[in-house]
């Protein structure tokens, strides 16, 4: 029977920094949310759009949560009638390098699925 190695890895702490921001960038949807809000505030009819398959509900659920959690800005605009732009927090802004780098391994993964076939 072969010996059983250590883990080499620190054990993380009881609140583990990487268990926190997975809640918040693994839920359905909220890095496409993140990756359309990286470059500019958008309303929610053009996230929607940018998104497709997502409904209504969902984008609304997310957006809350992702305030909520300060990644998120909720900003309504005194036009007529008044409408809401969303736009990334300074603390969402530093999660875009995460979301493309998990663009780029996507990127790999498609293109190896296709060598496959």
């Not at 890095?31 to 509900?57: C, M, V």
Request: aromatic share 4%; with cysteine; proline share 9%.
């Amino acid at each position: 029977m072969l010996p059983r190695r250590k883990n080499p890895v620190q054990t993380p702490p009881v609140s583990c920094p990487l268990s926190t921001c997975m809640e918040v960038i693994g839920g359905a949807w909220t890095p496409n949310i993140i990756w359309y809000l990286s470059e500019r505030a958008r309303r929610f009819t053009e996230l929607k759009s940018d998104i497709p398959g997502i409904s209504a509900k969902m984008l609304t659920t997310r957006l809350k949560q992702l305030e909520e959690r300060g990644v998120v800005i909720r900003e309504v605009k005194p036009t007529s009638p008044p409408s809401v732009e969303y736009r990334l927090s300074d603390l969402g802004a530093e999660l875009k390098p995460a979301i493309e780098a998990i663009v780029q391994v996507g990127h790999k993964l498609k293109q190896r699925a296709q060598q496959a076939e």
